[in-house]
């Protein structure tokens, strides 16, 4: 871990003061690599877990008293343990801290008096899920090692973000910050809730590039695209009652119905739909070592989400029509949930550095800004960092 536990214990204690027991709990951030605004449709994703994380350390407190301080942001909140259950959000950073405590007590696991320290790795705003990185950690942190299903967890801090953060998200990003897996993606079934573990070709590498950018946009139209979702359930059901999310509509059954649904729930649903069918293909195709089709997924997934679901942007899909056209990238999409954040760019090992270079100066120069690249390393979940 390259001295991050001994560096936070010593952060620890220069914010809070000497202290005993200290435990390290770290949750990862990810990357979606295909799959995308299908979660909260019951449908099919395929993230990885990654080496950028969210590290909570925590001690006891003597007072009733849960405080948190973000390194990060260099704030602190804290909250008197009996008035967690009727707490009211602050649209802040700590709500996300305050919502799974809110939520532990709620299930009856209880929140004990402690002060936490929070740091992350994971950049804000970049669409690799650092929300659900700190609801990830902070939950693990709160339990101590108390027996809870990994799933629970999952639903748990889902339940924080839906209920008390106030975004309507699928359990994709708190699922996989719970079940990781080193050097593999996996694909979840967000009905279900089941996963398949999918090990990558090793002749791909995957690399995310921050646009630097985040549009405000971003979190209305977010709740625009979920009740856009609904209503195109709505009309399909009055022919396929059988139908209770778009998970169970077919390429077909939406083609048969075009001159019923209306234009915009029709593109949105299109999107769903064909982005199911290519999470199933790209997991064939990474099966079979086919890197030029898994490549062409990519491609089409963004085309999708740029046209029909309408979530990209001008930095988005510059830096996706930038990479595509250079030497040695399978293919590049959007990833998270848009109007900003990072691409997922799959590139030949060998040609990494070079399209590193090239990407960066072609964005620096359109945009003036210069992006941050992150190289995509498959990582475990949620866990204890022991080594103190």
């Keep these: ?87 009211q959000p602050s649209r802040d950073w700590g709500d996300y801290v305050l919502g799974v405590a809110r939520e532990l007590q709620l299930a009856g696991y209880g929140v004990p008096a402690a002060n936490l320290l929070v740091w992350s790795t994971v950049p804000v705003g970049s669409g690799l899920s650092s929300s659900a990185a700190i609801e990830v950690a902070v939950a693990a942190a709160l339990l101590g090692g108390r027996s809870i299903e990994p799933l629970e967890l999952a639903k748990l801090c889902r339940r924080a973000e839906n209920n008390f953060v106030g975004m309507p998200c699928g359990i994709m990003d708190q699922y996989i910050a719970v079940f990781g897996r080193e050097g593999a993606a ?81 593109k949105r649903a299109r999107h769903v739909v064909t982005e199911d069918e290519r999470v199933e293909a790209f997991v064939e195709a990474s099966r079979q070592g086919d890197l030029r089709r898994m490549g062409e997924l990519l491609v089409a997934s963004h085309r999708s989400l740029q046209h029909d679901y309408e979530v990209s942007c ?61 190289p995509c390393r498959p990582s475990a979940g949620v866990g204890e960092v022991t080594a103190l």
């Design 186 to 266: 996996v694909k979840i079934d967000c009905r279900s809730l089941d996963h398949e573990v999918v090990k990558l070709p090793a002749q791909a590498e995957f690399l995310a590039i921050n646009t630097m950018v985040k549009h405000e946009l971003g979190s209305s139209a977010y709740r625009h695209r979920v009740a856009e979702c609904a209503a195109a359930v709505e009309v399909i059901r009055k022919t396929h009652p059988q139908v209770q999310s778009l998970r169970d509509v077919t390429s077909a059954m939406l083609a048969s119905l075009a001159d019923q649904l209306p234009p915009v729930p029709a």
């Design 1 to 87: 871990m390259d001295g991050t536990p001994r560096f936070l214990a010593q952060s620890f204690e220069q914010h809070f003061g000497p202290a005993s027991a200290l435990r390290v709990f770290r949750a990862p951030g990810r990357v979606n690599l295909i799959g995308e605004h299908t979660d909260y449709n019951l449908g099919f994703v395929m993230p990885m877990a990654l080496d950028l994380a969210c590290f909570t350390v925590i001690a006891p407190a003597p007072d009733r008293v849960l405080r948190v301080y973000s390194m990060n942001l260099e704030q602190e909140g804290s909250w008197p343990l009996d008035a967690i259950p009727s707490a």
């Design 314 to 374: 001008e930095e988005l899909d510059f830096l996706v029509d930038t990479a595509i056209s250079l030497p040695g990238v399978y293919g590049a999409r959007m990833t998270g949930g848009g109007f900003g954040g990072c691409t997922v760019n799959m590139v030949q090992p060998e040609h990494a550095l070079r399209f590193q270079a090239a990407i960066s100066e072609a964005y620096q120069k359109r945009f003036g800004l210069t992006p941050e690249i992150y």
